[in-house]
């Protein structure tokens, strides 16, 4: 567990989780899209890290107060990886759709590339574990 709550460390555990399913992906995903691209991969790579960067500073928002409801760790990073992978898919439509149908079918229901929301927030809740496992939460990560 962690010592005292750090935003540097959420930070930078964040990213480093980021970092391994963004290499995962640039890796893996020429075997599940033979055409990608290097752009592709690499925006691929650097969304992740990003995605991890913006959890882990997520991570200080523990309430929400107009709403009335605690936030606890794993409801803020599924919804933050959730929402950051729905705008992916909505800028990356064109390019995963013909993979997706490639890979499950034209008439699964595995072909949409809106899955990707449920990937995020997997991803999100694995990096958002580890974030508040190294890096602590709460407004107190701020202080220190």
């Known amino acids: ?3 005292k709550p750090s935003l540097l460390t959420r930070i930078a555990v964040g990213k480093l989780v980021g970092l391994c399913f963004g290499l995962l992906g640039f890796l893996l995903l020429p075997h599940f899209m033979p055409d990608a691209t290097l752009m592709f991969r690499s925006a691929i790579l650097l969304w992740y ?3 991890g960067a913006i959890i882990g500073v997520f991570g200080v928002v ?5 709403l009335d409801l605690p936030l606890p760790w794993w409801l803020r990073s599924a919804l933050v990886g959730g929402w950051m992978n729905f705008v992916l898919s909505l800028f990356v439509y064109e390019l995963v759709a013909p993979m997706a149908e490639a ?8 072909n949409s590339p ?3 929301v449920f990937e995020g927030a997997f991803i999100g809740l694995i990096i958002g574990y580890f974030a508040t496992r190294f890096g602590g939460e709460g407004k ?3 202080d220190s």
């Not at 890979?103 to 595995?110: N, R």
Request: net charge negative; proline share 4%.
């Open 1 to 3: 567990m962690y010592k």
């Open 49 to 51: 890290i990003s995605l």
């Open 62 to 66: 523990t309430y929400h107060p107009e």
């Open 103 to 110: 890979m499950f079918g034209k008439d699964s229901v595995f």
């Open 114 to 116: 809106f899955w990707l």
């Open 140 to 142: 107190e990560a701020v």
